[in-house]
C-alpha cells in the first residue's frame, strides 16, 4: 500500500508535501515542459510586487560550491500582468497556486493580498519579508520583528480568512524564534523558512564582487544544514505552527529530512535550475523513502526528530 | 508549441574528440536532434551524481546526425571548472542534458545572400545553419575570427560549405591578423548581402551590429550571457532588449533568445538596467493594458 | 621572478599568507607527514584550554554538501600539555606558532595569555571568542560585543606586547561590524574570521540529530561565499585592521578570493580533512594566480576588489 | 617512526571486480603495499576534483602484491554516496588515496593459536593477518559471519588459510544461522587459542570481548568509528579507551586505533563521555606529571 502524501498547512490540505520554491519555478510554466505541474503538493510563485520591476544589473549570479550565488532583485512583470497572464494559466493547469507576494510597506502588501483575495483560485499567500523597508533606510522588514509583524498583520487583515498567510523568515537575523514569534503573533497561520543566506564571491579575474549587487543571496545545497537548523529551532518554539521548509532540498531523504526536524512541506528551489524535473523526481524519492522504512503517513514523520530516541513514529 | 518543447535525458556518450584548442562531443539524444532548429543550444548538467556544480554549462548544438536514433555534437574549450570535467568523459558515460532550447535563428523565405560571423567557440551554431541555408538555395559567406590559429572552428567545413570564407586571428596565425569586424566590411562589400547573422562575445556582436546597420542590412545575433538554468527559471540571463512596442524589458536571453535581431539588443547598456526599461527604480508605467505588451525579442 | 608572498599581520610578517585553520590541524605534527610545516605562513594550533577537556560524545560529525557539519566540543590535553609537548615540538621543525586559545571567563583568557607569553617562541596569540560564556548561562562571547571586549582586552592586557593578539570570531551574531569594532576597541591587534556556521543534520535512518550535539558547525567550501561577505564587509568598515580570512579555502584560487576581500592572510581547515597536502598545494597554485596575473606582492592586493574598477593593483 | 609514515599518492586503478555483494577495486600504490602491516587502512578521496563529499572513506587493506610496483586491494559494499561513486571507476582512473593508516594488529613472537573473527566487510583486514599470522607458524581459525551467504567474504580463501572456518549468516543462507558470538564459543573450545582478532560492527565487537574474557584470552579489536581525515586532525572518530595508567581519554580511532586491546575499548560507554574521563564535565586531574601519563592504547 503506497503511503499517504497528504500534509496540511493551516486550513488548506495537499496532496502531497513537494513545492517549489519562489523565485525559482516562475508562475510553473517553464517546469511544464518537463512534468506536469499539477502533481506536486503546489508551486509557489516568484514574489510579485504591485508594479513591474526591472531588477538589478548583469551578472546576477555565480556559482559556488554546492550553491548558488544570486541577487536578481526580485524582477517581476507586477500585479497586474500576474492576475491577468500567470495566475489564469496555473490553474488552468491544475496546479495549486501559493502566491508570493513583496513590497516596500505594509501598504504595500495589502493591496497586494486584497487583489490576490479578489482573484479565484489562489491557495495561500506567502509573505517574502526579506525585501527592503522603504520606511527604515532600506533595512530588511526581517531585520526587526515589530516591522515584519506590521507588514504580516496588514496582509492578514486584507486575506480572505479561508486563505492561509505564510510568512517567509530569513535565517540573517539576530533572533530567529524572536521573529517567528512575532509573525505567529501578527496572525500568520505558518511559516516559511529559510530564504537565501548572505553572501559574496569575488571574480579573481575582474577583481570585483561577481554579481552586480556585490552582496547576494546563497541558495543550494551548501546551505541545507543552515535551513534544517531553523526549521529545527523553530519547530522546537513553536511546535503548532505549520513550517514549509526549504534550502538545499536535491533529494527524496533531503525532503524526509526537513519533514523530521519540523516542516509539513518542503520546497525547493535552486536545485530546479539543475534538474527541471527535480519537484516529481524528489516526490518519487520521497514516496520511496516512506515504503522502504514502512512509514504509513508522511504527516507521521513531521517533527519525529524531536521526539525522544525510541519515539520515533509506527511504522 | 508543444512539440518544440525541450526534454531532459540522460544521453550515453558516443564520442569525445579532440579538435585543435577544442573538444567535440557526440551524444546518443535522439528527442533533442529531432526537434533542433539552428542556433538551439542544450544545457549540460557537469560533475556527476555528487557534483558541488548546481549551474548548468550551456553549448551551441554544432551538428544532429540520424545515426543511433538521433545524436546530438557540440564543440567546447575548457574554460573552468565544468567543462574541464566534460573533457574528461569518456565514450559510454552518461551526460544529463536538457534541449533543444532558445528561440532558433529566423530563416529567410527566399534564396538570398547571407554572411555568417563567428568569434572562436561562438562560431558553433553557425555550422547546422550554413547547411539548413544552403539547402533553401542561400549563398552562405563565413567571416570566423579567433585569437589563433588552433582556435578558429572548423576552417576546411567552413570552405566546403559557403561561397566564400575569411579568416582572422589576433596574432595573424591563419587568415588575416585582426578582428571578424576588421574582415566584414570588405565581405559585406565584394557580395551584396540580405542578411547578417553572428554569435560570440558581446563586443563582437556589438560592433557587427553597427557595421550591418552601416549597410542597412539586418543581423541576428546570438548573445553568450552567463545562464544557471538554460530554462527560463532562474531570471539570471538577462539582457536589456527594445520590443515591438518600443519598451525596453531585461529579457531572459535562454528562452527569449539567445538569439535576437541585432538592433533590439541595446548593447551599451548591457550590464546595467537602463533607466528607461520596464520596471527600472523610478520607472512609470506607460499605457494601460501592460498584458497586450508584446513580450521583448 | 617569483611573487613577493610575504604578508604582515600587524607587527608581525609571515613569509606567506597560508595558514591552517585552528583545530583543523592539531599542532601540526600529524601534517608534518605530509610535508614540511617551516613552508607555511604559520600553523594555527587547536584551540587550548586551562585544563584537558574530553569534548562531545560521538557521533562528532556529519558530511554536508560540499561542507561538514562538526561538534567536537574543543577536545584537548590542556595548557600544560600543550606548553611541554606541543608547542615545542612545532618550534623545533621551525613551525610559526598561532596559539588559539579557548576558557569561559576572561579570567581563564587571561591565564591562558600569561601562560604563552612566558613560554618562547608564540608568533601571535589567536582568542576563540566561540566557547560558552560561564558567567552568561551559556550564551557565547561573540553573542554580546561587551562580553567579547572584556575577553579580548583581559588577553591583550596579559600578553606580552610583542605577540599580536587576534579575535576570532563568529558569522552567527547580529551584528558582525559592530562586534569587530568592539573588539579592536578593546585592542585587538587584528580579527579572524569565520568560525563554523551553525548548523544541523538529521539522520534519516534513526530518525535523531545526525551529531551528538544535535546543533553543529558548518564549515568547508559551502560557507565560502559568507565567509567572504563577513570579511568584505568588515575590512570596509576597518580597512587597517589586519584579517585572517578563512572558510572553505580549498583551492589557491580561494585563497586569492579571501585577500581580494580584505584578508591579509587566509587558513585553510575543513579541506585539510580531505587533502593533508592541501596548505602546500594551495601556496603552489596561489602562488602561480599571482605569477599568471603579473602580480609581483601579494600584499599589493589585500582589499583590492573595494577599490573601484579599473583601479586594481598595477602588475 | 618516519619510515611508517602515511603517504598521499594519486593511484591509477587495475581493476574493479564485483565479487557477491563487494566490490574489489585493485590500485596501484607502491608506497603504501611496501609499507603496509595488517590492520591498517586507506583513506579515498571520493568524487573527484569538484565533489561536494569532503570526508575520505576508510577501507581496510585487504590485500598488497608486488606487481606494478606494488598494488592494494580494498574491498567494500555500497553503503552511501561516496561508495556508489567508487563502485563506478574504472581502469585507469585515479583515485587520491591516504595510507597506510592506523595502528596495526600486534603479531606474537611465538607460533600460537589464533582465531580471526569477523562480520561482513570487516573481515577485509583479517586476510592479510591470517596469512602474516601463517607465515610466523601459527594456527589461525576463522570465524566470519554475514546477514546472508552473498555477503561472507572470501569463503574460499578462509577455508584455504585456515585450520578450520567457521561461517554464520542472519538468514542462515550459508553456514550456521546466527551471529559469530554465537559460533565463537564452540571455536574456543576446540581449539585451545591463545589470542583472538576480531573486527566488525561495535556490538559485534563488545560481545567478542566479553567472550574471550570468560575464557581469559587477549583479544585484539578493529573499531569502525565514522571518520573524516582518517589522519587524526579531526576529533571526530573518538571512543572511551582506558590507557595503561588506568585513566579513560578519548581515542581518536584513526591513529591510536583502529586496534585496541579488546578490555581496554568502553563499549558500553561508546557514543558518550564516560564520567571519568580525563577531561571530562567535572572531572579534576589527578597525578601532578600529565605528560608523563601514557596515552591511550
Ligand atoms: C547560449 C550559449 C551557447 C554557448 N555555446 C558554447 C559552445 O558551443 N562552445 C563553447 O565552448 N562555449 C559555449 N558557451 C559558453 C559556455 O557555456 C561556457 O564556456 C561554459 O559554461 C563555461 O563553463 P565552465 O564550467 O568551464 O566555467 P566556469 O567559469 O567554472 O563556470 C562558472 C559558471 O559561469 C557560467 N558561465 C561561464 N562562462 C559562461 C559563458 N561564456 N556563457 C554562459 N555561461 C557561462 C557557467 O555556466 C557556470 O554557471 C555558450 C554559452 C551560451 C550562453
Ligand atoms: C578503519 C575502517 C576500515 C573500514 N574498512 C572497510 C572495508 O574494508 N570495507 C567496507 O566496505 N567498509 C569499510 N569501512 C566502512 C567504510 O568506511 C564506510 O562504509 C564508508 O565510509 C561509507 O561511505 P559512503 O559514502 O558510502 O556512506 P555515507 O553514508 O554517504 O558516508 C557519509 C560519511 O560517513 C562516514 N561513514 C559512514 N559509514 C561509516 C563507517 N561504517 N565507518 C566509517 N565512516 C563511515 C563516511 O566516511 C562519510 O564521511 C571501514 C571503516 C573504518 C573506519
Ligand atoms: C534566483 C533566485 C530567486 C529567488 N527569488 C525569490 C523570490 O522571489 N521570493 C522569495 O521569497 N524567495 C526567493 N528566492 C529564495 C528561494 O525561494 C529559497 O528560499 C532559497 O533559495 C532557498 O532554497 P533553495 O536552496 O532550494 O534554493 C530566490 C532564490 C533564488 C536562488
Ligand atoms: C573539526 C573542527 C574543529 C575546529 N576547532 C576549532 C578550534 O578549536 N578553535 C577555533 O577557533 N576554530 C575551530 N574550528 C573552526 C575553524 O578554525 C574554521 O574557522 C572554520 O572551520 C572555517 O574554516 P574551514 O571552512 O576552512 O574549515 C574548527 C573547525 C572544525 C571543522
Ligand atoms: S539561464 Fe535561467 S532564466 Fe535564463
Ligand atoms: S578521522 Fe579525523 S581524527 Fe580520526
Not at chain 1, 548583469?58 to 532583485?73: H, K, N, Q
Not at chain 2, 572562436?120 to 589563433?148: E, I, K, N, Q, W
Not at chain 2, 535562454?254 to 533590439?264: I, N, S
Request: aromatic content about 6%.
Amino acid at each position: 500500500m503506497s503511503p499517504d502524501l497528504r500534509t496540511r498547512l493551516a486550513n488548506v490540505e495537499l496532496a502531497n508535501p513537494i513545492l517549489t520554491a519562489a523565485g525559482c519555478a516562475g508562475a510553473g510554466r517553464e517546469l511544464a515542459q518537463f512534468f506536469d505541474i499539477a502533481r506536486i503538493g503546489a508551486v509557489v510563485t516568484k514574489s510579485v510586487m504591485l508594479d513591474p520591476r526591472a531588477g538589478l544589473p548583469a551578472p546576477r549570479m555565480a556559482e559556488t560550491p554546492s550553491g548558488l550565488l544570486s541577487a536578481t532583485g526580485l524582477q517581476g512583470p507586477g500585479i497586474e500582468v500576474f492576475l491577468q497572464r500567470d495566475l489564469p494559466w496555473l490553474l488552468a493547469r491544475g496546479g495549486r497556486a501559493v502566491v508570493s507576494i513583496a513590497g516596500g510597506s505594509p501598504a504595500e502588501y495589502a493591496e497586494l493580498a486584497r487583489r490576490l483575495s479578489d482573484a479565484p483560485g489562489v491557495t495561500m499567500i506567502e509573505v517574502n519579508l526579506s525585501s527592503p523597508n522603504l520606511a527604515d533606510q532600506g533595512r530588511h522588514f526581517t531585520d526587526d520583528p515589530a516591522a515584519a509583524a506590521r507588514v504580516v498583520h496588514a496582509v492578514r487583515s486584507h486575506t480572505r480568512s479561508d486563505i492561509p498567510v505564510f510568512a517567509k523568515l530569513s535565517p540573517d537575523v539576530p533572533d530567529l524564534v524572536e521573529l517567528a514569534v512575532a509573525c505567529v503573533q501578527a496572525r500568520a497561520d505558518g511559516l516559511s523558512m529559510i530564504n537565501t543566506v548572505r553572501g559574496m564571491a569575488i571574480d579573481t579575474t575582474t577583481m570585483r564582487p561577481a554579481v552586480a549587487g556585490g552582496v547576494g543571496g546563497v541558495s543550494g545545497p551548501a546551505i541545507r544544514p543552515i535551513a534544517v537548523a531553523c526549521v529545527y529551532e523553530v519547530h522546537a518554539a513553536l511546535p503548532d505552527v505549520p513550517i514549509i521548509g526549504m534550502g538545499g532540498v536535491r533529494t527524496g531523504t533531503d525532503a524526509l529530512e526537513f519533514l523530521l526536524a519540523g516542516a509539513s512541506a518542503v520546497a525547493v528551489g535552486t536545485v530546479i535550475f539543475h534538474d527541471p524535473s527535480a519537484c516529481v523526481r524528489i516526490l518519487r524519492e520521497f514516496e520511496e523513502e516512506l515504503e522502504e522504512r514502512g512509514v504509513r503517513r508522511a504527516a507521521d514523520l513531521v517533527g519525529a526528530a524531536h521526539r525522544p530516541m525510541g519515539a520515533q513514529p509506527a511504522r | 508549441m508543444s512539440d518544440f518543447r525541450p526534454v531532459q535525458m540522460r544521453s550515453p556518450v558516443l564520442t569525445v574528440r579532440r579538435v585543435d584548442a577544442y573538444y567535440a562531443v557526440t551524444v546518443v539524444a535522439p528527442g533533442i536532434a529531432e526537434r533542433f532548429r539552428s542556433g538551439q543550444f542544450i544545457a549540460v548538467a557537469v560533475g556527476g551524481e555528487q557534483s558541488s556544480m548546481l549551474s548548468r554549462r550551456a553549448f551551441a548544438i554544432h551538428d544532429v546526425k540520424p545515426d543511433y536514433g538521433g545524436t546530438v555534437e557540440f564543440l567546447f574549450a575548457v574554460r573552468g571548472k565544468g567543462t574541464a570535467w566534460l573533457a574528461e568523459r569518456r565514450s559510454r558515460d552518461l551526460l544529463d542534458i536538457v534541449g533543444p532550447l532558445g528561440r532558433p535563428f529566423p530563416l529567410p523565405r527566399d534564396p538570398v545572400n547571407c554572411v555568417l560571423v563567428g568569434g572562436g567557440a561562438g562560431s558553433a551554431p553557425l555550422f547546422p545553419l550554413a547547411h539548413t541555408l544552403r539547402r533553401r538555395g542561400c549563398r552562405v559567406d563565413f567571416v570566423l575570427g579567433a585569437a589563433s590559429a588552433d582556435r578558429v572552428f572548423s576552417a576546411i567545413t567552413a570552405r566546403r560549405v559557403a561561397e566564400t570564407a575569411t579568416f582572422t586571428t589576433d596574432d595573424g596565425s591563419f587568415g588575416v591578423r585582426g578582428r571578424v569586424t576588421d574582415a566584414l566590411p570588405q565581405v559585406l562589400e565584394d557580395a551584396p548581402s540580405d542578411v547578417v547573422y553572428a554569435c560570440g562575445p558581446m563586443p563582437m556582436l556589438r560592433e557587427v551590429t553597427a557595421l550591418a546597420a552601416r549597410y542597412d542590412i539586418p543581423v541576428q545575433v546570438s548573445v553568450e550571457e552567463t545562464m544557471a538554468c538554460g530554462t527560463g527559471v532562474c531570471m539570471t540571463c538577462v539582457v536589456p532588449v527594445v520590443g515591438e512596442d518600443g519598451i525596453t524589458r531585461m529579457a531572459r536571453s535562454c528562452v527569449d533568445g539567445p538569439v535576437f535581431r541585432g538592433e533590439r539588443v541595446r548593447f551599451d547598456d548591457v550590464g546595467t538596467i537602463p533607466f528607461d526599461a520596464l520596471g527600472a527604480p523610478g520607472w512609470k508605467a506607460r499605457g494601460d493594458d501592460p498584458v497586450s505588451a508584446r513580450e521583448a525579442g
